[in-house]
């Protein structure tokens, strides 16, 4: 059960894009279309932003969308605001378990 | 509103046990799937468990698997983790989270969470 791949650290300037990587393989994000993402800020809670792949739960801006693309699903950010900068980590179901991403810090610049 | 309230956390020596429990209020608990989570003080997040929302199928990471053992009450809103033979690498905060679905596939709302920590 190895953790799931994510860039460390990803950053952009106000009203640019960031896309977010997510690798696995064929027995996890390949194989499921349950890839989830969520936010965390310092000292909270994780959120959930989206699931399902492009599924985005009520509430969460439309500026995040999620795609997948054979074993590497992604998070994009479009018209990066200032508190979107957090960290961000993917969830894949693996068949028997679930993995996260070790996580990747977004920096508004 | 979705409430998910964990408690049970606490300092352990290693190899002792800690049963964490989660109150769930807002939503229809015996229709979804409850998940726990750790995060290891300034570390990421690590998937511990899955239940189904009727226990019938039960999933646990390989770290844990025949230390820990998840269940749920539906009549009392209530989940819950038994952790024997504590370690030190279990150090964490745990998060209870409830699903997007009956499945166990996508933890969606989370509690605050309970701090675990093992030492003698």
């Known amino acids: 059960q190895s953790a799931l791949t994510q860039p460390r650290s990803v950053s952009g300037s106000p009203g640019q894009s960031v896309t977010i990587s997510c690798t696995g393989t064929s027995s996890d994000v390949g194989g499921y279309k349950f890839v989830s993402w969520y936010q965390q800020h310092p000292g909270k809670a994780p959120k959930l932003m989206i699931y399902?792949?492009?599924k985005r739960p009520s509430g969460v801006p439309d500026r995040f969308s999620g795609s997948k693309s054979g074993n590497t699903a992604s998070l994009t950010i479009s018209g990066l605001q200032a508190e979107d900068e957090s960290d961000y980590y993917c969830?894949?179901?693996?068949?028997?378990?679930?993995?996260f991403g070790g996580g990747t810090k977004v920096t508004v610049l | 509103e979705v409430q998910l309230v964990e408690s049970g956390g606490g300092l352990v020596q290693p190899g002792r046990s800690l049963r964490l429990s989660c109150a769930a209020s807002?939503?229809?608990?015996?229709?979804?799937?409850m998940h726990w989570v750790r995060q290891a003080p300034g570390k990421g997040l690590e998937w511990v468990s899955g239940?189904?929302?009727?226990?019938?199928?039960?999933d646990y990471a390989d770290s844990v698997k025949g230390r820990f053992t998840i269940s749920r009450d539906n009549a009392k809103n209530s989940l819950y983790l038994q952790m024997n033979s504590l370690r030190a690498e279990d150090t964490a905060l745990y998060y209870c989270?409830?699903?997007?679905?009956?499945?166990?596939?996508?933890?969606?709302?989370w509690g605050q969470g309970s701090l675990v920590t093992v030492s003698s």
């Open positions: 989270a409830k699903d997007v679905g009956r499945r166990a596939y996508s933890p969606d709302r």
């Open positions: 807002g939503f229809s608990f015996d229709d979804y799937a």
């Open positions: 239940i189904s929302w009727n226990s019938d199928s039960i």
């Open positions: 399902d792949v492009s």
């Open positions: 969830c894949s179901y693996a068949g028997s378990y679930n993995l």
